[in-house]
C-alpha cells in the first residue's frame, strides 16, 4: 500500500478485524468477506467505480488436521472464505472495473500444495487449487482483465499462528512452523 501511495495511486482497502493505521489518503471499509451478503453490500458502494487492480487475499489455513478430523461445516466455510467467496466479490466488481484504462489486473494469493500433497491443510489447499485454476478461466475470459495468481513460498505472516494454535492436529507442522520463525526462514 506504501508503494502505491508514492505513486499517488488512489486505492481502497477492506479490513475484516483492524484498521491499518498511520496510512494517509487511502479509504478502508469493513469487509466480513465470509458473508455473501456483507459481500453484496460491499460490492454496491460507489466508490469502487472504476477500478484498475484488485487484489484479493483473504486466508485462512483452518480447519487443520487430517480431512475426517475436520467439521464438515468447518470445512466448508474454509472453502467459502479461501476460494468461493473470493470469486463472488471478483463476480460482483468486475461490472465496475474501469472503462478508460486499457488493462485492469486482478491479483489472487496460491498457497502450498499444487505440486504435492501436503497433510492438514485440505480445505485451504484444495480452495488455492481451484483459484490457480479460476486465475487461467478468468484470464481467458477477457481481454481487458489480466488476473494472476502469485506463488510466494512459505512468507512470515499471521497466517500461521493458526498452524501454532493448533499444534495437536497441525502435529510436525507445528514445529516446523516454530524452527522457519526462530531462522527467519
Not at 483473504?58 to 466455510?77: C, D, H, M, V, Y
Not at 483459484?131 to 512459505?154: A, R, Y
Request: net charge positive; proline share 3%; with cysteine.
Amino acid at each position: 500500500i506504501n508503494n502505491l501511495i508514492k505513486n499517488k495511486n488512489e486505492i481502497i482497502y477492506t479490513y475484516n478485524s483492524k484498521k491499518i493505521k498511520n496510512l494517509k489518503n487511502v479509504r478502508a471499509y469493513k469487509l466480513d468477506i465470509s458473508s455473501r451478503n456483507n459481500i453484496k453490500e460491499f460490492a454496491k458502494n460507489n466508490e469502487l467505480k472504476n477500478w484498475d487492480c484488485l487484489v484479493i487475499l483473504p486466508a485462512t489455513q483452518n480447519p487443520i488436521g487430517l480431512f475426517i478430523e475436520s467439521n464438515s461445516e468447518e470445512w466448508a466455510r474454509s472453502v467459502d472464505l479461501n476460494f468461493t467467496n473470493q470469486m463472488f466479490i471478483i463476480r460482483e466488481l468486475i461490472p465496475k472495473r474501469s472503462k478508460k484504462n486499457k488493462v485492469k489486473s486482478i491479483m489472487l494469493w496460491a498457497g502450498p500444495g499444487t505440486n504435492n500433497a501436503p497433510k492438514y491443510y485440505s480445505a485451504y489447499i484444495a480452495s488455492k487449487v481451484a483459484q490457480i485454476k479460476m486465475t487461467e478461466l478468468l484470464d481467458e475470459e477477457f481481454d481487458d482483465i489480466k488476473v494472476s495468481i502469485i506463488g510466494p513460498g512459505w512468507v512470515k505472516t499471521k497466517i500461521h499462528e493458526q498452524t501454532l494454535k493448533a499444534r495437536k492436529l497441525s502435529r510436525e507442522n507445528y514445529q516446523t512452523t516454530i524452527d522457519r520463525f526462530k531462522k527467519n526462514k
